[in-house]
């Protein structure tokens, strides 16, 4: 089963506080988001595995450690996820990023893939799937099986506040895909709303409604 990792960092908690608040304008909210993204980053690629290399310091000759060249993809799930992205090429520049776009159908409310766009070698990396809402889980799973469909074999998820329903959807989905987290709210409700939670992300990262 997957694992799950609730980040408690006492960073990532005070600026979850902010984004949580519902005075906090969108100029503000895109930055904490920005920011929150870029420490949990530091937190997920804690196992990126390391060669030794040796190099030449001002004083002397040494061994010291690099990445030992794993190829990461960051794919945002259209539009909010969009939010996290540059957070996280920050620490990890080099990093491809794809896109999955998906809405739910009216109807069915099951959530419909409308674009994809993945690097060429998906089969060769490890990937990021990145959201800030894990509400019921649809999309988070639709946007995983999107990835696996097109041969990614690794792939992590890595969002700001889950539902446990969606937390528990995703797991028996996909036990395979360890899920980041930086807050684990109470419950979803009769909207599938995250409670406490902090609204619609997409809303507040771009100023619509």
């Known amino acids: 089963m997957a694992k799950v990792?609730?980040?408690?960092?006492?960073?990532?908690?005070?600026?979850?506080?902010?984004?949580?608040k519902a005075d906090t304008g969108t100029k503000e909210f895109r930055e904490l988001v920005d920011e929150v993204a870029t420490l949990m980053a530091f937190e997920i690629t804690r196992d990126m595995p390391l060669e030794e290399i040796?190099?030449?310091?001002?004083?002397?000759?040494?061994k010291s450690k690099v990445l030992s060249g794993k190829k990461i993809g960051l794919v945002p799930i259209l539009r909010a996820g969009i939010g996290m992205v540059?957070?996280?090429?920050?620490?990890?520049?080099?990093?491809?990023?794809?896109h999955v776009g998906l809405y739910r159908d009216p109807e069915t409310l099951q959530p419909v893939e409308y674009?994809?766009?993945l690097p060429?070698?998906?089969?060769?990396?490890?990937?990021?799937?990145?959201?800030?809402?894990?509400?019921?889980?649809?999309?988070?799973?639709?946007?995983?099986?999107?990835?696996?469909?097109?041969?990614?074999?690794?792939?992590?998820?890595?969002c700001l506040v889950a539902a446990p329903e969606g937390v528990k959807a995703l797991q028996e989905a996909h036990p395979d895909v360890d899920i980041f987290i930086?807050?684990?709210?109470?419950?979803?409700?009769?909207?599938?709303?995250?409670?406490p939670g902090l609204g619609d992300a997409g809303d507040r990262l771009f100023g619509t409604k």
């Open 5 to 20: 990792y609730v980040f408690d960092h006492p960073l990532i908690q005070h600026k979850l506080t902010y984004i949580r």
């Open 54 to 62: 040796e190099i030449e310091t001002p004083v002397d000759k040494t």
């Open 86 to 98: 540059d957070g996280v090429l920050k620490l990890i520049p080099a990093a491809k990023v794809g």
């Open 115 to 117: 674009y994809a766009k």
């Open 120 to 158: 060429s070698d998906v089969k060769e990396r490890d990937f990021i799937v990145v959201d800030p809402m894990l509400a019921t889980g649809g999309s988070a799973i639709a946007a995983i099986d999107s990835l696996k469909t097109r041969g990614a074999k690794h792939i992590k998820f890595m």
């Open 182 to 195: 930086a807050a684990l709210d109470e419950k979803l409700n009769e909207h599938g709303y995250i409670v």
